[in-house]
């Protein structure tokens, strides 16, 4: 299993919209690569036909009534907002898609 | 008024059932207990002084005019910080949600409120729950009340420091790796992880959404038995809630006994690593167990040695998802919106300046486990390691009722020793992280001090899923052997704060 | 905005073969969100419609809605799709303002429908067979408005307004597999691919699906090859896509844009293409390099599911009959052509006749008032018909008052008028406004007297053979009796008097 890279820490925190400084990306390459040769060991059973669990119980098909429950008001929605506008969240220009 | 703080949760619901005191001279008693201490110990993230008083008449008048009071009507809690409550501030420890006031209640603070108890404020914790020490608190560490230089374990350090240092004769923690068991073991307390569904997460700020469970935290059995009781069942906003009824824990508290039981000593919690005065406890619990009329048999769990990893690979998997949401737009902190920059680098900026080290450590090991390529070696085989620890648990559980275990394969350790350690900082769940794993049940309780350090050693036992009563049969008949051996609560030997 | 040079239409069919995805986003009409019991109301006032679930607060979780599941096993069924006997739903992981839990939950490699397909057929009636890979659940984001730049648009804005109401109303995802051997056809066979679903959704009625509000969005994904060829080439994806007409357009655009930039030995780039209602035109949008990494992964909030097998035949059993078939069996009763009733069908009149029919008119009565007054009106007011305020049973009515000789068209149309006004059903607009049918012989008999009287000349011209100028005097007849005579017995009453064989 390989380690992990400086690179890849950058790359990983650019999709985790971390802005990691210069000092703790060696910081952090460093300790993950430490981290992942341990973790890596649970590709042993890579190759085992075993199910792999998503959920600790059994449950299935738990579901709702399509019945309307009670909203929060604007205000307490807009309650933790850090700027706001016409009963809206106000944020920074959005870059990208229209 | 300073014995009040001395009295079990039991005690202080019948005192005040009785009218031989109020709620609010408990709780009173209790502020006072945090006033005197807490700057020593830091257990709370925030005190409600005037909504615990609040409550606390709230009882009293309930009482006066006659209506029938709960099993935990006015006595004092205190609430990790990851749960939300409506009006006061919830932090989960991390300066990302400083300052935020959450518009609802989880349920279970609903539930506790329903219940009649006190809520005295909000516990300091692990940022985000991601930690074995309360170090990772943006808001500074947590001392363990039996030596302040050292750790009260975490996530949960806050809560299990409360009990220890009689600030709250009952508080709430959340359990992902071992969360609630781990500072009940290093702190001389009682410590439940619910079988996962039993106590609704909703409302309880998620790290690892599939580990995740809250429960009680007291200083006996029988007091984490009544909490239990009155935040577990089912929930319709959570959908990984158990719809059945929950088990008769309270009743399996004041009935401990294990005799005829066949109890299993997991032989893979034992060898390197493990502290002597650890074992040299443990052991002396499996005699207990043994002269109390158990069976003691040994069990394997060979692919508990696979835990730790597929633990690491899962739990951050889920959190880079689930802290997602700490983005600067609705709620929380933002940082260098100057009316220059994106929407995207605000977003980073802040997330950068909010989150503390090993959340950010968890949050790129995640992103790195779940991208492509690296999907089936990590997340996916990590899942496949959760199905054989999950089948190792349910062949133990053919040929034994409980399983027991060291908590913790050390005592507490000093603050700063392993802070910038992560992985021996990960070794202090070891032994707790295979339940939540599997989603089944364990407690820890204190079955004495390392001869070495004189610090609390934890006695972990597990049940199979929905068996949560089992937990307390076993637990309430080993807390009764020791304390009489001891011929007191083994709190009574803490140095006096 | 600089538009490459095309190539002709004609052009790129020559060279080479288009291949088509089509990704449809279908708005479920539920009463409540997908995993929350937020109302889904359009038009709320901003942020009124959130929780802390659709909100993505700290500590909040989802709970799938009944109605979600069943509306997209319903659809699935309808697309002839293989229903899932346990599927999941997974997290798509990637950063947006407008979603509040920066992950969308959907589903990855566990769709709940599919392996299925959908027949539309071509206005000239060929049927071709869209081969569908899956239809899956997922929820909608939140709605930004741009604010500071032109136009609302989100260059130069200096900041953006978020209003979460949209946020987690449910979608189903229906992705169609290549659409290969369409040739010249494509775009045709794009537009009446969108049509035909939106015309099954309607019929499911899971969802009202009118793109023009939203509520059905199309992504078109086309790649040309040269003919010959099997490998697919590099495709473009147009997203928001809105119309039908919009659908055959960016299609066609896209085949021509293509077809230059290949000629022209240039390599297309694989990246998200915007499309211009103005022009029929399509610009770039952003590269989908391979640093786009959504990690999915099982949401563990969620349970999986796994619909009874029971459930899914009882749904199978219930599901309406098709609107293809339902068009070509309508068609038959009806007995008009292919192109007749495709007219029909654009102007969204196929439900109004059928219920006007249901009670009581003749198919032909129906089709007529509709298709005609009534269609008229709706373009005036700039409206569908459906929107009309009268009722298929008042039309009905109507069309039995002129069976029966109680009004004649220009009376019919007078009833209209006044229902369409508010006056009432239309009994009430006959008796209010006075416009029955003059049908008293006394009446009409004088009225007819003084006509020849007043028009001695006619008359003779009349009793002289010149039958065809009796129009003249019936038109007289009718101005007296204002409109209110049946014009046909007035012309037999007056060829009567004047000793005249009809
Ligand atoms: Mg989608
Ligand atoms: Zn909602």
Redesign the pocket.
């Known amino acids: 299993m390989p380690g992990i890279t400086r690179e890849e820490v950058a790359h990983l925190a650019r999709l985790a919209r971390l802005e990691l400084k210069d000092e703790e990306l060696d910081h952090f390459a460093g300790q993950l690569d430490d981290i992942i040769g341990a973790v890596a060991r649970v590709s042993e059973v890579a190759d085992q036909d075993v199910p792999p669990t998503s959920h600790p119980l059994p449950l299935t098909n738990v579901m709702r009534a399509d019945e309307v429950r009670p909203s929060l008001t604007p205000e307490q929605a807009l309650s933790g907002a850090p700027a706001q506008e016409q009963q809206r969240f106000k944020v920074p220009q959005i870059l990208g898609e229209e | 008024m300073a014995d009040l703080i001395k009295l079990t949760a039991a005690e202080i619901a019948a005192k005040i059932a009785s009218g031989e005191v109020t709620a609010v001279e408990v709780t009173e008693a209790h502020l006072a207990r945090i006033e005197a201490v807490d700057e020593k110990v830091h257990a709370f993230l925030h005190v409600d002084r005037e909504g615990a008083l609040a409550q606390a008449r709230a009882v009293d008048e309930k009482k006066a005019r006659g209506e029938k009071l709960g099993p935990l009507a006015g006595v004092p809690l205190a609430l990790k910080d990851i749960f939300t409550t409506e009006g006061m501030p919830t932090t989960v420890g991390s300066k990302i949600l400083e300052g935020w006031i959450p518009p609802y209640d989880a349920t279970l603070t609903k539930r506790l409120k329903a219940a009649d108890v006190v809520i005295l404020g909000k516990t300091n914790m692990d940022e985000f729950a991601m930690g074995s020490s309360t170090e990772n608190s943006a808001y500074g560490p947590t001392g363990n009340p039996w030596d302040l230089t050292r750790i009260p374990g975490g996530s949960g350090g806050g809560s299990s420091a409360a009990l220890a240092a009689y600030e709250a004769p009952l508080a709430i923690g959340t359990d992902t790796g071992g969360s609630i068991r781990q500072p009940a073991a290093v702190t001389g307390t009682v410590g439940v992880k619910p079988t996962y569904g039993a106590v609704s997460r909703y409302g309880m700020v998620a790290f690892s959404s599939s580990l995740d469970q809250g429960g009680p935290c007291a200083r006996t059995v029988l007091d984490a038995a009544l909490l239990h009781e009155a935040i577990a069942g089912h929930d319709e906003l959570d959908s990984t809630s158990i719809d059945a009824p929950v088990p008769a824990v309270v009743e399996a508290a004041r009935n401990g006994d294990v005799r005829g039981m066949r109890i299993g000593v997991v032989k893979e919690f034992a060898g390197e690593g493990y502290q002597a005065g650890v074992m040299q406890r443990f052991n002396e619990s499996v005699e207990v167990l043994r002269e109390l009329g158990a069976e003691i048999v040994e069990i394997s769990c060979p692919s508990f040695d696979k835990a730790l990893a597929a633990y690491y690979l899962i739990a951050p998997s889920e959190c880079s998802s689930n802290l997602a949401r700490f983005d600067a737009m609705r709620y929380g902190l933002r940082v260098g919106d100057d009316g220059t920059k994106s929407a995207e680098d605000v977003t980073a900026l802040t997330r950068e300046a909010g989150f503390g080290d090993e959340v950010k450590r968890r949050i790129i090991l995640g992103t790195y486990a779940l991208s492509s390529g690296y999907y089936d070696a990590y997340y996916g085989s990590a899942q496949k390691v959760r199905t054989l620890i999950t089948r190792d648990f349910e062949k133990a559980f053919e040929q034994v009722e409980v399983l027991i275990s060291p908590t913790t394969p050390t005592t507490a350790f000093p603050i700063g020793e392993r802070a910038d350690d992560p992985m021996a900082m990960y070794l202090a769940d070891l032994c707790t992280i295979p339940t939540n794993l599997a989603g089944n049940a364990a407690m820890s309780l204190p079955c004495g001090l390392a001869p070495e350090d004189g610090l609390p050693v934890g006695l972990q036992i597990i049940a199979p899923a929905m068996a949560d009563d089992r937990l307390y049969k076993v637990g309430a008949a080993v807390e009764a052997a020791f304390t009489a051996r001891w011929g007191h609560p083994l709190l009574e030997e803490a140095p006096a704060l | 905005m600089t538009v490459t040079e095309l190539v002709s239409y004609e052009d790129a069919l020559a060279t080479y073969d288009p291949v088509m995805g089509l990704e449809v986003?279908v708005e479920l009409g539920t009463k409540t969100k997908m995993f929350c019991g937020c109302a889904t109301t359009l038009g709320a006032d901003a942020n009124s419609q959130t929780c802390p679930t659709c909100l993505g607060l700290p500590g909040s979780l989802p709970v799938v809605n009944a109605i979600g599941i069943e509306s997209a096993i319903k659809i699935g069924l309808a697309l002839n799709c293989s229903i899932a006997e346990w599927c999941r739903f997974a997290r798509k992981n990637y950063f947006y303002p407008d979603m509040p839990k920066n992950f969308?939950t959907?589903q990855y490699d566990e769709p709940i429908a599919f392996d299925g397909y959908l027949d539309v057929q071509l206005e000239d009636g060929e049927v071709f067979r869209v081969q569908i890979e899956r239809a899956h659940m997922?929820e909608d984001t939140g709605k930004s408005t741009h604010v500071g730049g032109a136009t609302g648009r989100i260059h130069g804005a200096s900041h953006s307004l978020l209003d979460y109401n949209r946020a987690g109303i449910p979608?189903i995802?229906i992705v169609t597999k290549p659409i290969e051997g369409a040739g010249e056809r494509a775009p045709e066979v794009a537009k009446a691919y969108v049509a035909e679903l939106r015309e099954l959704i309607k019929a499911l009625n899971v969802s009202e699906a009118r793109m023009e509000m939203g509520q059905m969005r199309c992504d078109v994904n086309l790649s040309l090859r040269p003919k010959g060829v099997e490998k697919f080439g590099t495709r473009s994806e147009t997203k928001n896509v809105n119309s039908l007409r919009s659908v055959e357009r960016a299609a066609r655009f896209e085949i021509q844009r293509h077809a230059a930039v290949l000629s022209a030995g240039g390599t297309i780039i694989q990246e998200t293409r915007h499309f211009h209602e103005e022009d029929g035109s399509t610009t770039a949008g952003r590269i989908k390099d391979n640093a786009e990494d959504y990690r999915y992964f099982p949401e563990p909030d969620l349970v999986p599911v796994a619909p009874a097998r029971e459930w899914v035949e009882e749904l199978r059993a219930a599901l309406p009959e098709l609107p293809r078939v339902r068009r070509n069996r309508l068609r038959e009763e009806w007995g008009i052509s292919a192109h007749d009733m495709q007219s029909i069908l654009n102007a969204g009149a196929v439900d109004l006749i059928t219920a006007t029919v249901d009670a009581g008119a003749d198919s032909a009565s129906a089709r007529k008032w509709w298709m005609g007054e009534l269609a008229r009106r709706a373009n005036e007011d700039g409206v569908e018909p459906a929107a009309l305020p009268i009722t298929p049973e008042q039309v009905a009515r109507i069309t039995v008052l002129v069976a029966e000789g109680s009004l004649n068209d220009k009376l019919a149309r007078q009833t209209i008028e006044g229902v369409l006004a508010g006056e009432g059903d239309p009994d009430t607009v006959v008796d209010k406004r006075g416009l029955k049918v003059v049908s008293d012989e006394g009446a009409l008999g004088t009225a007819v007297d003084e006509a020849i009287e007043a028009n001695a000349a006619i008359a003779d011209k009349i009793r002289g053979g010149k039958v065809a100028a009796a129009g003249a005097l019936v038109g007289a007849v009718m101005k007296a009796t204002r409109g209110q005579a049946d014009a046909a017995r007035v012309r037999e009453l007056i060829l009567e008097k004047l000793g005249v064989e009809g």
């Open positions: 986003h969308q959907s997922e979608l995802e």
